[in-house]
């Protein structure tokens, strides 16, 4: 069986004496594992464009195991990823984020439009990293089944209120005026942002702005609440945190 399909190298693993194996996060099939034959060797036409983070078409053919890839044309490599060290494991960071929330053989058209905008966005250097972390981490939960309740104050049902808390554990929001365990004190314009992150249009996703204080608390919650929902530990957010980024 071939197949052709348009993919963004998230994960490369070398196996064997010659070959490697690489993840595609590709619209149509969701994750898929491939294959690159004789990757190390010189002369292989396809090992540049079978790199992490490149975007590219795809042509893979089906062994009786595994899939292979035939042929690969870039369209976009993001060479300005690696102009940073901070800029670069954010995006290692997204790539395991998407590899461990992601799901084979099904379609994935949104997940790989938000991790292809954050890309962009982090070569641009338009928007803050810590916005643009936040989105990524809340909306592939949201993508991947872990969003949280945010329609009301899980007690009175109450919708907005000047100030809110989000449970980090129960994964839903309280007014202020019920009793609310631990949660995080969050401003309305945070939890505001937070529904904006989860139901907005994948195209409008990343198109709002905090002041640095409710930006701060933002990237609090939005990792806090990931971290409760993988229970492998994330060695690229370890690594990204060691570098002590401020942005």
Known sequence: MQLTTKGLIIKEQSTGESDRIVTLLTADFGLIRAFVRRAKTFKNQ???????????????????????????????????????IETLALAQYFAQLTYYLGAEESPAPE????????????????KS???????????????????????????????ETDMMFFDIQEGCIYCQDCFRNNALEAPLSVITAIRYICLSDISKVYSFNLGDENMNILSDICEKYLLSRIDSRISTLDFYKSLNTGN
């Open 46 to 84: 396809n090992l540049s464009s079978t790199s992490l983070f490149v975007y590219g078409d795809f042509t893979l053919y089906k062994s009786k195991d595994a899939y292979v890839i035939d042929s690969a044309a870039p369209i976009e490599v993001f060479f300005d990823l690696r102009n940073d």
């Open 111 to 126: 997940t790989l439009r938000l991790v292809l905008n954050a890309l962009y966005l982090l070569c641009k250097g338009t």
């Open 129 to 159: 990293k810590k916005l643009i972390k936040a989105v990524v981490e809340m909306r592939l939960l949201t993508l991947g089944g872990y969003m949280p309740n945010l329609l009301g104050c899980y007690r009175c049902s109450v919708y």
